[in-house]
């Protein structure tokens, strides 16, 4: 099913920006532009997720060093457009090295960073913390955000469970299920009104 919405929905997109260079436009009809550029990229976004639940894969492990990794994520962040200029990003790193996926653990850093920027509405901190710890890497992710109710916690790793406008719900199912494909461990503190933290030991 995926496939047979992403076929046609590339499609759709590639002539769209076809028809959009030979156009000259008014304001509004570039507000119209804007709209189904932007839920286009969306629907591409959500198919993309749903096959990366789906099917997943094993992971390539390699020896990584989690710091480099973590800031070269961050960097990337800084420039998304997710990020406001209320937001700010702290680091917290110490050198530490780890048998891990790089691609899918760039995965794992944006999606929990992408769902602090969202929990954090009006603009907050998000920190991002490494460390070793009992022969594993510590890795944090803390947010000043809105914080989640103890029920909601419970069904944070549950598919199309989203508590975010125009969530997928896949978001940190993905995370859950890259982590476990490594042998680590995730967990989460987190009181409403008082920020969320994301720990993972792998």
Known sequence: IAHEIRN?????????????SDMELNPDQRQLVQ?????TERLNRT???????????????????LSQL?????????????????????????PVKAQVDESMMRQVFYNLASNAFKAMPDGGTLTISLEARNGN?????????????????????VPFNSSFRNGTGL??????????AHNGNIWVRSRKGAGTTFTIDI
């Open 47 to 65: 198919i993309t997720e749903f096959l990366a639940y789906a099917r997943p894969v094993s992971p390539k492990t390699q020896a990584m060093e």
């Open 8 to 20: 046609p929905l590339s499609s759709i997109a590639g002539s769209f920006k076809l028809l959009q």
């Open 35 to 39: 709209i189904i550029t932007r839920e």
């Open 70 to 94: 973590i800031s070269e994520t961050v960097q990337l962040l800084r420039n998304s457009p997710e990020l406001k200029a209320s937001h700010r990003i702290e680091t917290e790193l110490n």
């Open 171 to 180: 978001g940190l199912p993905i995370v859950y299920q890259i982590v476990n």
């Open 137 to 157: 890497a510590q890795i944090r992710f803390a947010d000043t955000g809105v914080g989640i109710g103890e029920d909601e916690i419970k069904r944070l790793f």
